[in-house]
Nanobody, 122 residues
Framework: QVQLVESGGGLVQPGGSLRLSCAASGSFYRIDNMRWYRQAPGKQRELVALITSVGTTTYGSSVKGRFTISRDNSKTTVYLQMTRLQAEDTAVYYC????????????????WGQGTQVTVSS
């Protein structure tokens, strides 16, 4: 099974920066869209950012202008550069990817990482 593993979370002070990474491993033909979601305790899951296979990006309104999503050239790893972090950004951040298998379907299969904790506090 394809796996997505997030890393880079931790504790940061308000106004600080943090960079998250999500690496895909396993067997697949290609990865199309990749996304970052986040979920705070007692809150609904929220889309943070999306990046397509050609680099088009979309951001949630609460992070637009502060966060930047990107991919490496292999397109197997997605990053989230977070700046000017606020206490409201505290959440578990999840990586999500639309993965095209070698065979078996003409569509895509969605995968999720296990999440990485981001805590913004002084």
């Amino acid at each position: 099974q394809v796996q997505l593993v997030e890393s880079g979370g931790g504790l940061v002070q308000p106004g600080g920066s943090l960079r998250l990474s999500c690496a895909a491993s396993g067997s697949f033909y290609r990865i199309d869209n990749m996304r970052w979601y986040r979920q705070a305790p007692g809150k609904q899951r929220e889309l943070v950012a999306l990046i397509t296979s050609v680099g088009t990006t979309t951001y949630g309104s609460s992070v637009k202008g502060r966060f930047t999503i990107s991919r490496d050239n292999s397109k197997t790893t997605v990053y989230l550069q977070m700046t000017r972090l606020q206490a409201e950004d505290t959440a578990v951040y999840y990586c999500n990817a639309d993965i095209v298998p070698y065979s078996g379907t003409n569509g895509v299969v969605g995968y999720w990482g296990q999440g990485t904790q981001v805590t913004v506090s002084s």
